[in-house]
């Protein structure tokens, strides 16, 4: 069986470091080791909307500020398909047969979407589209017959969901959906960076973020001033590694290389944790370190960044192109679907003449 992966980003704001460690670093690595026969990776705008449908120009803005970042942390066009969601009318086809695949109960039990609600005060009047985005994905997943599902953590109950929708439709039809596998990062602090404010979550509201086209002045302002562990007042004071945002993003990001480089007094990671908890070692010195290693990672992203944005009508291309290679594959599963559904009159020659006979006689 072909490998495929296919993930995406909904487009409601630039993608920050969060993103970057959570998904889109793994990304890269999975589309250059060459293991997978196709990658598609969407921009999913049709779902932006089921959230943010008074604001469509958010929606437009943000299109070019993903496929930037995408381009920025190097996946590359030639090795994956980047596409818009909406262009797919597929996509909703799908969704649409899928939707007698689901109960009612099923969503509102959906963690993802329980927790989504109350975030957005949706409790008292939730958009129809917006209590149905599972099943959507769910589509989108399908239509690519993806066997891989790169996402965050928070994107498991979708999975599951998922996988329950083809289990159900193959047992109910015939066998021609794939159950796609989630794939996340192994590294623990990867899972949820949090904010610099030591937040759990990273967010645009909470001014917390870190983003991928930061300048590195404000990479190194953001850093600087970044919540660490607030009893740890003097230098000679023992410190707190655990739920300390700094701490959390070098084990997100560095590597042992790193200390040659930048800071070696030290060997390794854990021998900077020992120190800063036995005390003697201050928060600026640490931060330094971490600005350094970030700068490290994020300079060609930024490097690369600069080179397409001279060129955004060739973003748009590269986005259009990825969308034609995108549909052909959502419309060839769209019709082995419509065939296994027995709504594919047109092509059903076989059915067309027993209906003759049957007149006939
Ligand atoms: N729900 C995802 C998010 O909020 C975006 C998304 C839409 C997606 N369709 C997808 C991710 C399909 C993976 C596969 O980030």
Redesign the pocket.
């Known amino acids: 069986m072909s490998k495929i992966i296919?993930?995406?980003?909904?487009p409601t704001g630039k993608l920050h470091v969060g993103h970057y460690v959570g998904s889109l670093r793994g990304r890269v690595e999975l589309q250059n080791s060459g293991k997978f026969d196709h990658i598609y990776i969407?921009i999913?705008d049709a779902?932006a909307l089921t959230d943010n449908a008074d604001n469509p120009e958010k929606v437009r803005q943000n299109i070019i500020e993903v496929a930037l970042d995408y381009l920025s942390v190097g996946l590359d066009p030639l090795k994956s398909s980047m596409f818009i969601q909406s262009q797919i009318s597929e996509l909703c086809e799908l969704a649409f047969y899928y939707m007698n695949l689901v109960t009612v109960s099923r969503l509102q039990r959906n963690p993802t979407v329980k927790s989504e609600i109350q975030m957005r005060n949706f409790e008292t009047s939730i958009p129809v589209g917006f209590f149905t985005y599972p099943i959507s994905?769910a589509a989108?997943?399908t239509a690519f017959k993806a066997t891989t599902?790169p996402?965050g953590e928070d994107?498991a109950p979708?999975i599951e969901q998922t996988k329950e929708i083809v289990r159900k439709f193959n047992g109910t039809y015939a066998e021609v959906l794939v159950e796609p596998e989630i794939l996340l990062p192994d590294n623990k602090a990867c899972l949820r960076l949090p904010g610099t404010d030591g937040k759990a979550k990273m967010s645009k509201s909470l001014n917390n973020c870190i983003y991928l086209s930061d300048s590195e002045e404000d990479v190194k302002k953001k850093i600087m001033s970044m919540y660490t562990d607030p009893n740890h007042l003097r230098v000679e004071d023992p410190g707190q590694v655990e739920g300390n945002s700094v701490f959390i993003y070098l084990d997100a990001f560095s590597k042992t290389e790193h200390f040659g480089a930048y800071l070696p007094d030290y060997a390794s990671l854990q021998e900077l944790k020992e120190h800063y908890m036995r005390g003697g070692l201050g928060d600026v010195k640490v931060k330094k370190f971490l600005n350094a290693v970030l700068q490290e990672e994020l300079a060609p992203i930024r490097e690369r960044r600069k080179h397409f944005e001279k060129d955004i009508p060739e973003v748009y291309q590269i986005l259009k192109k990825g969308t034609e290679e995108a549909r052909e594959k959502a419309a060839a599963t769209l019709s082995e679907v419509k065939e296994a559904m027995k709504i594919n009159y047109f092509e059903d020659l076989t059915m067309i003449q027993e209906q003759a006979k049957r007149y006939s006689e």
Request: aromatic letters at 0%; glycine letters at 6%; zero cysteines.
């Open positions: 296919l993930t995406g980003d909904r969407m999913a779902q994905q989108d997943i599902v996402v994107q979708m």
